[in-house]
């Protein structure tokens, strides 16, 4: 079992729409979560950075942490179609060195 | 300021050959990460220095991989006898300290022929 699961995609709305993205986890020990946007042949950078559970809003975006699922989500409100793009999820454990990556969902957002 | 900077951009090589990767990490920052990014697949974690200590060897997937930083400065990803499974984006990143935030350079993408 991978340790952390994220559907690939890829996923395409038109522009305005709510995206819902998500990854589940095995590790109960991850504390700290990501979530990442990768654009073509970019690197990837980071969106939001939350620690334990709960919620965490900037501008469109809102990610959220379930622990008690090992489940964690990032919406996007009004999507734009600059916010086509792959976006991973990643999470690690308070002790350790090592980040675990989803693969990635694919979003296209349709003008 | 210079974000993380990796070169070449693009590697073309012949299976059994070896290469060198460069990272150069933003000024200041103590932690580097080096992972590969497999077409569809996510990141695959390599190697981290942090400051002077131990690099965590961890996630190298053979001998054949290496990895070199002298200080908090450049660091170089060396592959020897490289194959074609070895094709994929290599990607570093560097950050303040462990669990930071990471930023990541563009990549290099290699390809094994």
């Known amino acids: 079992q991978k340790e952390v699961e994220q559907d690939p995609g890829p996923l395409s709305v038109p522009e305005g729409a709510i995206v819902s993205l998500n990854c589940t986890y095995s590790?109960?020990?991850?504390?700290?979560f990501m979530w990442y946007r990768q654009y073509s042949r970019k690197g990837p950078e980071l969106l939001m950075y939350?620690?334990?559970?709960g919620n965490k809003e900037d501008g469109r975006f809102t990610a959220q942490v379930d622990k008690s699922s090992k489940y964690i989500s990032l919406f996007i409100r009004d999507s734009q179609p600059s916010d086509s793009a792959t976006y991973l999820c990643?999470?690690?454990?308070?002790?350790?060195?090592?980040?675990?990556f989803g693969t990635g969902t694919s979003l296209t957002v349709i003008p | 300021g210079a974000g993380v900077s990796q070169s070449p951009s693009n590697k073309v090589t012949e299976k059994g050959k070896d290469v060198e990767l460069r990272c150069d990490p933003i000024s200041g920052h103590t932690a580097l990460y080096w992972y590969r990014q497999r077409l569809g697949q996510g990141l695959e974690f390599l190697i981290y220095f942090q400051g002077n200590s131990a690099p965590d060897k961890s996630g190298l997937p053979s001998d054949r991989f290496s990895a070199e930083r002298t200080g908090e400065s450049v660091s170089t990803l060396t592959i020897q006898r490289t194959q074609q499974e070895d094709s994929a984006v290599y990607l570093c990143?560097?950050?303040?300290?462990?669990?930071?935030?990471?930023?990541f350079g563009p990549g290099t993408r290699l390809t094994v022929l």
């Open positions: 990143a560097s950050s303040p300290g462990t669990r930071d935030t990471q930023y």
């Open positions: 990643a999470m690690s454990a308070p002790t350790g060195n090592q980040f675990y």
């Open positions: 939350t620690y334990s559970s």
């Open positions: 590790n109960s020990a991850f504390q700290y």
